[in-house]
């Protein structure tokens, strides 16, 4: 089982790393050209000046780490649907209280299904620098927040209303990867500062 777990874990990581490579390999030129400081040179026998010194930009690594996980979470779009249909399909077939969890899963499916599918775009986008990518990671970071507090506090709801342990079983997954959509959103803030960081040391060494 320990081998099971192992191989699906490292099958999870190597789509992210991929693309999280060949994106930043491949979009390095978006970032320009950065201050690198000053530095003091001889302008002549008794008079010296300060030259600001240039380099090539880098995506910054908090940026870089923001588009891993972004796609490691977005891959989830494809088992969340396969998930999603599962859970609508059951409902028919349950009664009594442990079907409302059930009911909160598919209902919460089609917002959480257009989120992953969105942060797998959004990894791209902030390797890429591209417009107005603070605007969207900030607003697919709110996205993020909204939906898995939603959904957990949903969850608990009809876990408690339920009054079955055996439910838990089923909600943790769902809560395991709430709390780390929601840490990823608090990550995505921070490489968008980080971003905007990055254009005022742009406008600085130009």
């Not at 780490?65 to 399909?89: H, N, R």
């Not at 009664?95 to 791209?124: E, K, Y």
């Not at 900030?138 to 898995?148: K, L, M, P, Q, Y």
Request: hydrophobic residues 55%; glycine residues 14%.
């Amino acid at each position: 089982m320990g081998q099971v777990l192992l191989a699906v874990g490292l099958g999870a990581c190597l789509y992210p790393t991929i693309a999280t490579w060949w994106g930043e390999r491949s979009r390095r030129r978006q970032w320009g050209i950065v201050s690198d400081g000053a530095q003091t040179v001889a302008l002549g026998p008794y008079r010296d000046g300060r030259i600001v010194r240039a380099r090539e930009a880098r995506a910054p690594a908090v940026v870089v780490l923001a588009a891993w996980t972004a796609y490691f979470l977005g891959q989830m779009v494809v088992p969340g649907a396969i998930g999603a249909l599962g859970f609508l399909a059951m409902i028919p077939f349950l009664h009594g209280p442990d079907s409302l969890t059930f009911v909160c899963l598919g209902l919460g499916a089609p917002s959480g299904i257009a989120l992953a599918a969105r942060l797998v775009g959004l990894g791209g986008q902030l390797l890429g620098r591209e417009d107005g990518v603070t605007i969207k990671a900030r607003g697919v970071a709110t996205w993020a927040i909204v939906h898995n507090v939603v959904l957990s506090a949903a969850l608990l709801g009809g876990w408690l209303f339920a009054a079955n342990t055996e439910i838990v079983i089923l909600v943790a997954p769902f809560w395991i990867y709430g709390l780390l959509s929601i840490g990823h959103a608090l990550l995505l803030g921070v490489a968008a500062r980080a971003i905007d960081r990055h254009v005022e040391l742009e406008l600085a060494a130009g």
